[in-house]
């Protein structure tokens, strides 16, 4: 099992901090440089977090578990349209990241208006893609409570937000409510807003470590951060991806930023433990792009397909 964290720190001497991931078996799921400053989301051995604690010590930076880093989360606003854009979204977008998350922002093609909104199959199919999809809706209560069809039938965990605080039991199919999160002309800098996203945080990470935890119950054949490891060092297309984590971690699987037409055989033809990762996962087209999207088949997979 690994341990998902964050590295803060300055760029000085940060080679030996990556060598000591390299050298504990761990991968870097994310590195991003602003000005003088280091930040690496990390996913190292549970009996190894301490060695790397003391080397962050040492270098003077700051380390801290990040729940959220190795998944993908989608974050859905009703539309882009500047209009109906909640200023909250994008705040929201931006927060998680600070917190290791992998955010996509969605904007449904039908989705303003209270008695116009809607959900295609292919939106919901593109939800279901990530690990946990954020519904960022807006002040009414009224609104909220009739637009919950958007995501009753959705797969995957779902959070809700909106401004007023509104019951779960009242919101069929969402798995929480984070209120104080509404239509606002501003950005969301002020006490109450910060508290309402650092609630939103709260609740990302107690989702995702439930998930992970029913996951054990029936883990994937193998860790998503080693196929991401081994995607990156076989298929040297991935380094003229542009893109931002151009092989996404998901807590499932990974997104691969590459055509699937293109190259599904070779993603497929990837050795893992001398097993091409075509018999380890299911890849398949993405509605995103026509990107990759690899799922890894749980080790249940194995008797049903000996049976």
Known sequence: MYETLTFTGGVHK???????????????????????ELVLSIAVPLEDVDRIKDKSAELLAKISVAPM????????????????LPHAACDISEYL???????????????DGKGTSGITEEEKSLIEEHDLAIFVLGSFENCIKEKAFL???IDIPV????????PIEELPGADAYVGDLG????RLRRGPDVRALDKLVETCEKILNDKKREM?????LVPSIVVKNAIENQVMEIKDVFSPAPVTSQLDGVRVKLNYDDYADVIGNVVIDDK??????EIKKSFMYDYILVKINSESSLVENSN
């Open 216 to 220: 054990t119950l029936d883990p994937p």
């Open 69 to 84: 880093a190795g998944s993908e989360i989608a974050i859905i606003s009703p539309t882009l349209a500047r209009h109906h």
């Open 276 to 281: 091409k990762l075509s018999e380890l996962a």
């Open 151 to 153: 995501y009753d039938d």
């Open 14 to 36: 940060s080679e030996e901090f990556k060598e000591l991931i390299e050298d504990l078996g761990g991968f870097i799921l994310q590195e991003s440089i602003q000005q003088m």
């Open 183 to 186: 239509r606002i002309p501003r």
């Open 159 to 166: 959070i809700v937000t909106g401004a007023p605080d509104i």
């Open 97 to 111: 990241r600070e917190f290791g998350a992998k955010d996509n922002m969605i904007g449904l093609a039908r989705g």
